[in-house]
Every structure is written in C-alpha cells, then in structure tokens.
C-alpha cells in the first residue's frame, strides 16, 4: 500500500535516513523530509517534533525517525498527543509495535542496525497494520 511518510533524523540517522528515503521513493511512496539535511551536529527534537506535529495532523499517514540509539526522537515524539512513536531494532518488533500498539512512528537506532535490517524493519512495520479488539482497549489507555 502506497503511503503518506513525514521523515526526520538528526546527524546519527542522516545517512540512514537518505538511504531509506530513496527505498521509500522507489516504492511509490510520498514524503515529506523535514531534515536534517547533513551529518552536521543537529539537535534531533528539532526533527522529531515536526514529523510528530505532522502525523499527529493527519498529514500523513505514518512518520519516521531516525537517530543514533532511536530514544531521543522517540521521546521528544511521544510528547505529541495521539503519537505513538516505536523503537524497533527488527522486523518483529515492527510487526508487533503496529499490530499491538497501533504505532504511528517507526524510531530506527542508526547506530544499531543496517541499512539491509532498517529496510527489513521498515518494511514490517509499512506492511503491519492495528488489530484492535482486546489491543484497542489498551491502546485507548495510552493519552493522559
């Protein structure tokens, strides 16, 4: 399924993020890169909170983030009301962070993983989608 992606990464994720990017786009998908643009040292809330803003919008269907251990944007992310950001360092937890969690942002550690496994990963979770029933009641707990 063709998807709406915001993306975002700090100097950690860059290369990671302009490799996925170009796997993204040849599979059809549309994107919006809200940065970093290079491996300069770049703060990753300040790409973090744009993807969530524009996920959490409905602007696009799905985000992802990409940083050095994958914790900074996700926390900086799951600020956002209705964010529900995912480290995932394989395929399963991708699968799981979609179908258990109703997960919105993938949150890739760059540091961890290669870019065959972030393809993998990525993968997953673009092909996993929410099962709701007993996960929907859990998931509706999350918000404060």
């Known amino acids: 399924m063709i998807q709406k992606i915001a993306i975002g990464a700090d100097h950690a994720g860059f290369a990671l993020k302009e490799h996925l990017k170009g796997w993204l786009e040849k599979a059809g998908h549309t994107l919006h890169d809200y940065g970093t643009h290079s491996s300069e040292s770049a703060d990753y809330p ?74 993998r990963i990525l993968d997953r979770f673009l092909n996993s989608s929410f099962e709701g029933g007993r996960h929907a009641r859990r998931v509706n707990k999350i918000s404060c």
């Open 46 to 119: 300040d790409f973090a909170h744009p993807v969530a803003l524009a996920v959490e919008k409905k602007e696009f269907d799905l985000g992802l983030l990409v940083c050095g251990s994958g914790n900074g944007v996700a926390m900086s992310a799951n600020k956002h009301q209705g964010i529900r950001a995912a480290i995932c360092w394989n395929e399963d937890l991708a699968a799981l962070a979609r179908e258990h969690n109703d997960a919105n942002i993938l949150c890739l550690p760059a540091r961890f993983i290669s870019q065959e496994d972030a393809e």
